[in-house]
């Protein structure tokens, strides 16, 4: 029924406007334009770039150790008399003088014997580290976006093909009633003709949820909190076909060292071995040279006026219950494991890329097969419609016509975008994406 048709599409486009826009106002959208938004607006690529911005922050943090420290003193001291004295709390100079004073402190590390330069070289890595996480966030925000948008497509072309399955069907079952009524044809192709609409109001039924449910994917994969309507372009740039290598180790190769996830792992493993060194430089000593000057406005006689002293200051840590050797064997475990990960990212992305090659050389198979169906499809349709009209044969064949050729159409259908996709699978396996 037409009626049916027109009223599933006005609730679908009921439906888009509650979320806040109308079909009239789709904003047309190419899978580069989509790309630029999710990149722009995702919420992932943006924390991405944020613990990037982090980590150079701990970078400056791990380098701060070269410069000299200053700071700057005041004091002001009451003493309950001229010979006050702190009798307990330590060890220290416990004479206590009225004063008041200004002054100023600079220490600056001489050598550390290499445990600062491993933790700013552990920092480095770690900061190359968060940029390739953040390129393998664009990555898979990417591969989101062109799934999503090529699923969109599929959706809608789908739900035309259902639309135009139903458009048939309806035009035949008018024509069963009609002939019906005058007699030429039975009650039972009457029957037959209205099961065969029905089932097709199901499928566009389904067809027009399946496509809101992608415009709906496809604006959460774009970085937008609300459902946005789009007028989706095709004739954007797609995923040209291209013969295939005869296997899969060239592109495996590349993989291996293009894959951001991979180098970042990589880094990782070299950050946290350089800081294993620094942990085991902890154990060294330290020299460092310092200075102090100030001046007294208002003291006790027993002080000076002004005051400046320097000096060299050597320390060594002798003993303190294993910490610094736990310490140091506790970051090179920490960096063997973290090298077995990436031996285990590397296994995993061979697998993934294998995987991928093969989806994609099924996919051109698959679009093969499906044109030969369709065409297949197609010729048997028209024969049955032609037998069916000249009353040779039953409706239930022309029923079964019409239906292997949906199906033909649908697999056909799918075949193309599910091409598209795996290619931008094979594209991400690869590091290629962004």
């Known amino acids: 029924m037409k009626s049916v048709l027109i009223l599933t599409l006005a609730c679908a486009g009921i439906g888009l406007a509650a979320h806040g826009q109308s079909t009239n106002m789709a904003m047309p959208l190419t899978l580069d334009e989509a790309k630029v938004i999710a990149l722009h607006n995702h919420p992932q690529v943006a924390a991405a770039d944020y613990r990037t911005l982090a980590s150079k922050e701990v970078l400056t943090e791990t380098r701060s150790a070269y410069f000299p420290d200053a700071n700057l003193y005041g004091d002001a001291v009451g003493a309950s008399s001229e010979d006050a004295r702190i009798l307990a709390g330590g060890l220290n100079n416990p004479t206590v003088y009225n004063r008041l004073a200004g002054g100023a402190t600079v220490s600056q590390l001489i050598t550390d014997f290499g445990h600062t330069y491993n933790l700013a070289a552990s920092s480095k890595y770690q900061l190359k580290a968060a940029a390739l996480n953040a390129d393998a966030t664009r990555e898979q925000v990417l591969l989101g976006v062109a799934v999503n948008y090529l699923g969109a497509l599929q959706a809608q072309a789908i739900l ?11 035009l035949l079952s008018d024509q069963v009633s009609m002939l019906a009524s005058n007699k030429l044809k039975s009650t039972l192709d009457v029957s037959f003709a209205q099961v065969a609409v029905q089932e097709s109001e199901l499928m566009v039924e389904k067809a027009s949820n399946d ?21 989706l372009r095709e004739d954007g740039p797609q995923f040209i076909p291209h013969p295939q290598p005869l296997d899969d180790s060239s592109l495996v190769q590349e993989a291996l060292v293009q894959r951001p996830e991979l180098l970042s792992l990589r880094s990782q493993n070299q950050s946290a071995f350089s800081f294993a060194k620094a942990q085991r430089d902890a154990r060294l000593p330290t020299l460092s040279a310092f200075g102090t000057l100030g001046s ?8 000076p006026n002004d005051y ?3 000096g060299l200051e050597l320390s060594f840590p002798l003993f303190a219950g294993g910490y610094y050797l736990a310490k140091q064997h506790e970051a090179e475990y920490r960096a063997k494991a973290d090298a077995e990960l990436v031996r285990n990212l590397e296994d995993d992305i061979v697998r993934d890329v294998h995987i991928a090659w093969l989806n994609v050389n099924n996919a051109f198979e698959e679009i093969k097969t499906t044109a030969e169906l369709v065409q297949t499809s197609t010729q048997a349709y028209e024969l049955a419609d032609a037998r069916y009209k000249v009353g040779s044969s039953s409706i239930v064949e022309l029923s079964e016509a019409q239906l292997n050729l949906t199906s033909a159409q649908i697999s056909d259908t799918n075949a193309h975008y599910n091409l598209l996709i795996q290619q931008a699978n094979l594209q991400y396996q690869l590091g290629l994406m962004n």
């Open 160 to 170: 035309q093909v259902a639309q135009q399955t139903l458009a048939t069907r309806q």
């Open 211 to 231: 496509a809101a449910a992608s415009m709906a994917m496809l604006s959460t994969a774009l970085g937008y909190p609300t459902l946005h309507i789009f007028d």
């Open 296 to 303: 007294s406005p208002l003291h006790d006689y027993h002080l």
């Open 308 to 310: 400046a002293v320097g």
